[in-house]
């Protein structure tokens, strides 16, 4: 019977025997089963064949001429590792199976062969694909969401953070993440467990903060049947479902002084017993916490264990909020824009100069989250391929003005106000932009020469727009690495077709003068 769950349509099965009727009959039964089949008695058309990447399977018999089935298993093993090789043989040739079985193949039978069971072994190699295929993927997706890649930000402090990241990694040494609430404490926290040995073991989370106290303690350490009305079943906690793997406690700076010794003794000494329980549990675990409160600041009002701060912050990583990294604001708006326009099927390539002023000025209290948030909604309703002004939500267009007549950052009142407004833009990207193309591009071009220091700077005379800034930030990239376009993109952050936009948006053929 067939497996619903194997996708044989799909898939291509090569057989090779030089028995012209055993052939037949296993290609014939193959093809009722539903798989796509390609046969020859040849062993040379099998590596013709091999060499499009068109097969999945190789059913071949061990002895062939003039390609043998052991060189047909060594070409389709350098070919691709997962093309599963099933030999067939005569009753004689089970040693030399059972040899090229080392060799990584995936199985044999002797002949007569019986094709049910033949067909039970091509189907599991095929299921054995799915499997690693989902799991390749689901890495791939693990990585592009949780990579260091996917936390933006060029910005001195950014930097800073990405080398922590790098660094503690690869130890077991417990993290303390603060920051204020949506400044991607949890986004870091996946970032250091997806770069680290343990990435192929469980990441579990708990946000304390949600949680009773006695919840809490059930949650992390887990429970035995009948330790509380409700506890029908045994229950495993977070440590015990984290074994090998990393432990994320967010709002860990809400847990109570009873939770707070339990989870000290944890971590010395690896051990815990579950509520109602007098077995004790070991669990091997990397614990990595976050709070939006000053900890040490609790510590010393008499609110929070000592000892267990110290045990929490043997790695500090302080994420800065937005407004203090605003020099990352245009990548991440990018950012969004093309993860959002591309999640919705929205064909938004940017947002006018009006917005990006209206989100400079704006405090963004709720940080990247909100930030975020706000271009999605954004996005989702954009009548154009730029997000205008009046596509901002309102709280946010009147936190900016509110800022405008506060004085900071911009003052926004009368024309000669405007003016001065731009000229404090221009005169912050300046400064921003030449201590980038300074202290960036040398690590793209680690072997170009050394240039004066005059040719690191981008220089924009005041009362010039926005667009001529941006005009000779390109034209200097360029420059500097000698008109690569690839490189030129990474650089500057943007992708080879917005940068190709860019160049005939602005005119700049983007070639070296003869």
């Given at each position: 019977?067939?497996?619903?769950?194997?996708?044989?349509?799909?898939?291509?099965?090569?057989?090779?025997?030089?028995?012209?009727?055993?052939?037949?009959?296993?290609?014939?039964?193959?093809?009722?089963?539903?798989?796509?089949?390609?046969?020859?008695?040849?062993?040379?058309?099998?590596?013709?064949?091999?060499?499009?990447?068109?097969?999945?399977?190789?059913?071949?018999?061990?002895?062939?001429?003039?390609?043998?089935?052991?060189?047909?298993?060594?070409?389709?093993?350098?070919?691709?590792?997962?093309?599963?090789?099933?030999?067939?043989?005569?009753y004689g040739d089970v040693e030399s199976a059972v040899r090229c079985m080392r060799a990584g193949a995936f199985d044999f039978l002797q002949k007569p062969v019986n094709i049910d069971k033949l067909i039970a072994i091509v189907d599991k190699v095929v299921e054995n694909q799915a499997v690693e295929m989902e799991n390749l993927q689901l890495h791939r997706q693990l990585d592009s969401k949780y990579g260091l890649s996917n936390i933006i930000g060029n910005s001195s402090k950014m930097v800073q953070i990405f080398e922590k990241i790098a660094q503690v990694a690869d130890s077991k040494a417990t993290v303390l993440i603060t920051g204020e609430s949506g400044t991607g404490k949890e986004l870091v926290a996946h970032a250091i467990h997806y770069n680290s040995p343990r990435r192929d073991q469980p990441f579990i989370r708990l946000n304390c903060g949600a949680l009773a106290e006695g919840v809490v303690e059930s949650e992390l350490f887990g429970h035995e049947k009948g330790a509380f009305t409700g506890a029908v079943t045994r229950r495993q906690g977070?440590?015990?479902?984290?074994?090998?793997?990393?432990?994320?406690?967010?709002?860990?700076?809400?847990?109570?002084?009873?939770?707070?010794?339990?989870?000290?003794?944890?971590?010395?000494?690896?051990?815990?017993?579950?509520?109602?329980?007098?077995?004790?549990?070991?669990?091997?675990?990397?614990?990595?916490?976050?709070?939006?409160?000053?900890?040490?600041?609790?510590?010393?009002?008499?609110?929070?264990?000592?000892?267990?701060?110290?045990?929490?912050?043997?790695?500090?990583?302080?994420?800065?909020?937005?407004?203090?990294?605003?020099?990352?604001?245009?990548?991440?708006?990018?950012?969004?824009?093309?993860?959002?326009?591309?999640?919705?099927?929205?064909?938004?390539?940017?947002?006018?100069?009006?917005?990006?002023?209206?989100?400079?000025?704006?405090?963004?209290?709720?940080?990247?989250?909100?930030?975020?948030?706000?271009?999605?909604?954004?996005?989702?309703?954009?009548?154009?391929?730029?997000?205008?002004?009046?596509?901002?939500?309102?709280?946010?267009?009147?936190?900016?003005?509110?800022?405008?007549?506060?004085?900071?950052?911009?003052?926004?009142?009368?024309?000669?106000?405007?003016?001065?407004?731009?000229?404090?833009?221009?005169?912050?990207?300046?400064?921003?932009?030449?201590?980038?193309?300074?202290?960036?591009?040398?690590?793209?071009?680690?072997?170009?020469?050394?240039?004066?220091?005059?040719?690191?700077?981008?220089?924009?005379?005041?009362?010039?727009?926005?667009?001529?800034?941006?005009?000779?930030?390109?034209?200097?990239?360029?420059?500097?690495?000698?008109?690569?376009?690839?490189?030129?993109?990474?650089?500057?952050?943007?992708?080879?077709?917005?940068?190709?936009?860019?160049?005939?948006?602005?005119?700049?053929?983007?070639?070296?003068?003869?």
């Amino acid at each position: 019977m067939e497996n619903p769950q194997i996708p044989r349509h799909e898939k291509t099965i090569l057989v090779l025997e030089p028995n012209a009727a055993d052939r037949d009959r296993i290609a014939y039964r193959l093809q009722e089963s539903g798989y796509n089949v390609l046969s020859s008695g040849d062993g040379t058309y099998g590596l013709n064949v091999l060499d499009t990447g068109q097969v999945d399977v190789v059913i071949t018999a061990l002895v062939m001429k003039p390609v043998s089935g052991t060189r047909v298993l060594e070409v389709a093993r350098a070919k691709d590792r997962r093309i599963g090789v099933i030999f067939i043989t005569d009753y004689g040739d089970v040693e030399s199976a059972v040899r090229c079985m080392r060799a990584g193949a995936f199985d044999f039978l002797q002949k007569p062969v019986n094709i049910d069971k033949l067909i039970a072994i091509v189907d599991k190699v095929v299921e054995n694909q799915a499997v690693e295929m989902e799991n390749l993927q689901l890495h791939r997706q693990l990585d592009s969401k949780y990579g260091l890649s996917n936390i933006i930000g060029n910005s001195s402090k950014m930097v800073q953070i990405f080398e922590k990241i790098a660094q503690v990694a690869d130890s077991k040494a417990t993290v303390l993440i603060t920051g204020e609430s949506g400044t991607g404490k949890e986004l870091v926290a996946h970032a250091i467990h997806y770069n680290s040995p343990r990435r192929d073991q469980p990441f579990i989370r708990l946000n304390c903060g949600a949680l009773a106290e006695g919840v809490v303690e059930s949650e992390l350490f887990g429970h035995e049947k009948g330790a509380f009305t409700g506890a029908v079943t045994r229950r495993q906690g977070r440590f015990e479902l984290a074994d090998a793997g990393t432990l994320f406690l967010d709002e860990v700076g809400e847990i109570s002084p009873a939770v707070q010794v339990k989870l000290l003794r944890v971590l010395e000494t690896g051990e815990f017993e579950r509520v109602g329980g007098m077995r004790t549990v070991s669990s091997d675990v990397r614990l990595i916490t976050a709070t939006n409160r000053d900890l040490w600041g609790e510590v010393q009002k008499g609110r929070y264990r000592e000892d267990l701060f110290y045990r929490l912050n043997v790695v500090h990583l302080e994420l800065p909020p937005l407004r203090e990294r605003i020099e990352d604001l245009p990548l991440l708006v990018d950012h969004f824009i093309h993860e959002f326009a591309a999640q919705h099927q929205k064909e938004v390539e940017g947002v006018t100069n009006d917005v990006m002023t209206c989100f400079y000025q704006y405090h963004w209290p709720g940080n990247i989250r909100e930030l975020r948030n706000c271009i999605e909604g954004m996005v989702v309703l954009s009548r154009g391929s730029l997000l205008q002004l009046e596509d901002v939500p309102y709280h946010v267009r009147q936190g900016a003005r509110r800022q405008e007549t506060a004085g900071y950052p911009f003052p926004l009142d009368t024309n000669r106000q405007l003016q001065d407004a731009s000229t404090m833009i221009l005169r912050g990207l300046h400064e921003y932009m030449s201590a980038y193309l300074q202290s960036y591009l040398g690590q793209f071009l680690p072997s170009a020469p050394q240039l004066e220091q005059n040719d690191n700077q981008v220089t924009v005379e005041v009362g010039h727009s926005l667009e001529d800034m941006e005009k000779k930030l390109i034209e200097a990239t360029l420059k500097k690495v000698d008109y690569n376009k690839s490189q030129a993109a990474k650089v500057l952050g943007i992708g080879r077709k917005t940068l190709y936009k860019k160049l005939e948006e602005y005119g700049i053929d983007g070639e070296p003068r003869v």
